[in-house]
């Protein structure tokens, strides 16, 4: 049997972020887990750690349920190794998170931080789409026109 505990919630603060909040917060539930909402300022010089506290607290206070109750957490950095370092720090047994639906050759060039956490991690990563992306399907064509091949 796989008992949560510890369950990471990444968020950018953008509101993609929020596809990821109503499954931690059901595990959380579920499984009596402390809950862990990270958000990593990546823009040091451009964002103070008090101007990225009060970005966080208004993000949450704006969009997350008060019956979800979250540990909220900043670090600054690069976001993908700053979630994976948090999260072997804190023991987490979970990270959940949001992908922004980037494909083709848009994901090739700007890359991901849900993939390069999905791969370099050794806790367990769930993805969640936000729903704007789930319908969207990636055709042959899609890809052709993208690369300019027709």
Do not use: C, W
Request: glycine share 4%; net charge neutral; no cysteine.
């Amino acid at each position: 049997m796989i008992l949560l505990k510890k369950i990471l919630l990444t968020s950018d603060l953008s509101e993609f972020s929020l596809a990821a909040l109503d499954h931690a917060s059901s595990f959380g539930l579920l499984y009596a887990a402390k809950l862990y909402l990270l958000y990593v300022n990546e823009h040091v010089h451009r964002k103070s750690e008090e101007e990225a506290r009060i970005a966080l607290e208004q993000f949450v206070t704006r969009r997350v349920s008060p019956d979800v109750k979250l540990s909220q957490v900043i670090r600054s950095g690069h976001a993908a190794d700053k979630i994976r370092e948090f999260a072997v720090e804190e023991g987490v047994d979970l990270i959940v998170m949001a992908t922004h639906g980037r494909t083709g050759v848009r994901h090739a060039l700007m890359g991901s931080v849900a993939e390069r956490v999905v791969r370099r991690s050794p806790i367990p990563v769930l993805t969640i789409k936000p729903a704007p992306f789930r319908e969207s399907l990636i055709l042959n064509e899609d890809i052709e026109n993208e690369l300019h091949l027709r």
